[in-house]
């Protein structure tokens, strides 16, 4: 069967492999379940990894298939496979557990260990195909009335992660009342991160560079936040109305914004970084006075990296409880379909080259 990949370490090496059709028998236990690929989404990652900057082949593997945004329908299950059965929609978690405890405990995506493995990016095939076959503890079922948010599950995953870890570690309050949140960045994970924390009512301003009307400050103000462009309205003129923020998600993709995010955030708050860097950039910060505000103001940084089941299934439920809310917004994330496996290259450049391409997903089959 077709599979878009890569060979890891090799600049733009994007191209059509053919590899073998997986069966239920590749997973123990009788616990395996076969999805037929319906749609795939792809990001930064993808294009980090064609760029070369990190991703692995499977040992034994020359390529690497591609692809951790997944979404398709069950067609066969082993017979010790309770959660999900024939015909489900679902999607797949993208970790898979290493040797620390966090790792055996079901919390894959906090290990300690250094080498982490990621379906898709590093060490293990990933979804852009017309097959795959996986254990039921990974595989997470959609409801059928989310089917049109498609591959917006795995990003949902990750911010909704990088939430609720905020809201773990700021039980150091013993009280948190947050007010004012920013979310740097109008991305696919900016703007998930907007829908999860109007849900939970703050008061959420959303900063991007463009100006406003984009098709992202309109999904922004289709959730009932307040989109803000850097450009009419620098940082300090937002604190200087809003006062500084409660906590802020950084999900730029730029490391001078996470650093600079740092001079926003008020007393007791907590800044998450969510942006994977793959460059070599180097940035100068007012270091002597970030440290003294940051010890004087009991300042929190938190970084938060991919997600495990329970983080796929809460935000399943809030995408469930943001189309309530926000009727008809979600969906115009999904801005740049393509057509089949066969179009890998247009894939490739519309992430590479297509600014206003929030999202880019490629259809692999009809249902
Ligand atoms: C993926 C995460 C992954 C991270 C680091 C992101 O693009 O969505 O699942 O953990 O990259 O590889
Ligand atoms: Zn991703």
Not at 165 to 190: D, F, N, S
């Amino acid at each position: 069967m077709k599979a878009i990949a890569v060979y890891p370490g090799k600049p733009e090496s994007v191209h059509l492999e053919d590899i073998p059709k997986p069966s239920l028998a590749d997973v123990a236990d009788g616990k395996g379940v076969l999805v037929r690929v319906l749609k795939v989404g792809v990001d930064a990652t993808d294009r980090e990894i064609n760029d070369a900057l990190y991703g692995n082949s499977p040992p034994g593997y020359e390529y690497l298939v591609l692809g951790h945004e997944s979404f398709g329908v069950v067609e066969e299950v082993g017979p010790n496979v309770r959660n999900v059965k024939p015909g489900d929609y679902v999607t797949a978690t993208v970790r898979r557990p290493g040797g620390s405890i966090y790792d055996q405990i079901g919390t894959y995506d906090m290990t300690s260990e250094e080498t982490y493995y990621e379906r898709g990016i590093n060490l293990l095939h990933g979804y852009l195909t017309e097959y795959f076959v996986d254990s039921d503890e990974y595989i997470v079922k959609v409801p059928p009335g989310l089917k049109h948010l498609h591959v917006l599950m795995e990003p949902m995953s990750c911010a909704a992660k990088a939430v609720h870890q905020a809201y773990e570690v700021q039980r150091r309050m013993k009280v948190w009342r947050p007010r004012t949140a920013y979310v740097l960045g109008a991305g696919q994970i900016g703007l998930l991160a907007t829908l999860l924390l109007k849900l939970r009512g703050l008061d959420v301003y959303t900063l991007a560079r463009s100006q406003a009307p984009t098709q992202n400050s309109k999904i922004v103000e289709g959730m009932e936040a307040t989109y803000v462009s850097t450009t009419d309205t620098p940082i300090e003129r937002l604190i200087a109305k809003t006062g500084k923020a409660d906590l802020i998600v950084d999900a730029t993709g730029s490391s001078a914004m996470a650093f600079s995010a740092m001079q926003a955030l008020g007393h007791n708050g907590v800044l998450v970084w969510t942006s994977i860097t793959g460059g070599k950039q180097n940035v100068e910060v007012p270091s002597d006075q970030i440290n003294i505000d940051w010890v004087l103001g009991n300042k929190l940084l938190l970084g938060s990296v991919n997600a495990n089941r329970e983080h796929f299934e809460s935000g399943i439920k809030d995408l469930a409880l943001g189309e309530v809310m926000f009727p008809d917004v979600i969906s115009k994330i999904l801005t740049n379909p393509v057509n089949g496996l066969d179009d890998y290259a247009e894939m490739m450049r519309l992430l590479v080259e297509e600014k206003t391409a929030l999202k880019v997903y490629v259809n692999v089959a009809d249902e």
